[in-house]
Structure formats: C-alpha cells, structure tokens
C-alpha cells in the first residue's frame, strides 16, 4: 500500500506541475494598476543664497539645446529584445543610461519575436505534451475510441515505465517551448534606423559604445536639421 501511494505521489507531482503551466500559458495577462500621482507642493524660491555652489563639468552629450529641452528632443531609441531570454534587465539598464546622458531623448522598449515557424511550433509543444500524459494515464482503453484495434507497440514500453514518461515529456516540453520561444535578440535602433544587433555583432553592446553610437547619429540629425532650415529660411 505504501508502494502504491508513492507511485501516486510521483505520477502526480509532475501531472500537476504540467497542468500549472498549460493554465500560466493560455491565462489572460493581468491588468496594470493605475498609477497614483501625488500631488507635490510648490516649493517658495529661495530669495538669498549665501554658500557659492560649485557647477558641474559640461559633458558634450549633456548640453541642452538652444531651443528648450534636452539634446536628446525629438529623438527615438527603440531597443527590441528578447523577452524569453531574460533580456530585460539589460534594456531597462541601457534605457536608464541613455536617458540620463541625452536629455529628452525617447527610448521604446519592446519584444523582438521569434520568427513564424517557430511561435507555431512552441504552441504545438503543449498540445503533444497534454497528448502524451493523457494517453499513458488512460491507458490501452483509449485506443479502441481513436479507431486503433489495439494499442502500437511503443505504449507498452511507456507504459511500463509511466513516471518516466511522464517525467521526461514534461521536462522535454518545456525545453523545447522555451528554445522555440526564445530570439537571442538586442536590436537598438534610432529614428527607425538599426545601430546595433546582437544578431549579427553576437554580442551585447557596452554602454559606452551605445552612447557613442546614439550621441553620433543625434549629432548627423541636428546637422541636418540645421541645414534643412538653413536652406527654407
């Protein structure tokens, strides 16, 4: 009898861990609680200012615009990445930099999908793990209802064997899907125009290497804006 409570047990634990995860896949995504802004009082200006504050060095990418704002205005850095690969530590880490070194400049985060063939498969990969499971536990019954006379030759294995089976093709599904889900992707672009990829680079890029790369192509866009109006003037 304790024999049999342990196979329970074993068969079980994983059957329900499966079945946690199919739940966790086709669940609707939570909704994001509002934000709450806090209303902040006017702070009185300061009419006398007696200790001598000393200003901060002038960084080239840090000026401001003549026209208001930051030098980064008008701007857009999006950075796609992939988010079955745990990525997103590292955009939200470049986001920040690139925020506070270029003022006003606008950076989109989002997920770089995988490509067609393999999203249609990552959704076929629950469907066969729920088959499997579902066929060992029911057993040689469920055959006869399918329109099979008798059961192939490979159920007896797996079903001499039932918690490995079922072991294996859990572990092996969730493999399989998050392979098939995943882009190895960090793509950042600037006003549509692509400056990195870890595609094709097969790295991630350094934050000093980002911001050179942003802070030039900025520069060539306020050149040609300058010259735009320059010549309409």
Known sequence: MALDKAQLLLVGLPLFL?????????????AKPAAHHHHVPPQKPQ??????????????????????????????????????????????????????????????LANYPPPLPKRLL????????????????????????????APPPWFYSMRA???????????????????????????VS???????SKLREKRFPGEIELRELVGKKIANSRIVDGIDGSIWS
């Open 161 to 187: 064997n039932r918690f490995g089976t079922i072991s294996s093709t859990w572990l092996l599904g969730n493999f399989l899907q998050g392979f098939l889900q995943s882009s190895s992707a960090f793509e």
């Open 47 to 108: 009419q006398f200012q007696t200790a001598s504050i000393q200003q901060p060095l002038d960084f080239p990418t840090q000026k401001a615009s003549g026209f208001g704002g930051g030098i980064g205005l008008g701007n857009t850095v999006q950075i796609d990445f992939c988010a079955s690969c745990s990525y997103r530590g590292n955009a939200v880490t470049m986001k920040n930099m690139l925020e506070s070194e270029f003022p006003g400049l606008n950076v989109v």
């Open 122 to 149: 990552s959704k076929v990969v629950p469907v066969v793990q729920f088959g499997v499971i579902g066929v060992v536990m029911a057993g040689e019954h469920i055959f006869p209802r399918l329109g099979f006379a």
């Open 18 to 30: 499966f079945c946690s995860d199919v739940f966790n896949l086709f669940a609707p995504a939570p």
């Open 190 to 196: 600037i006003n549509g125009e692509r400056v990195f």
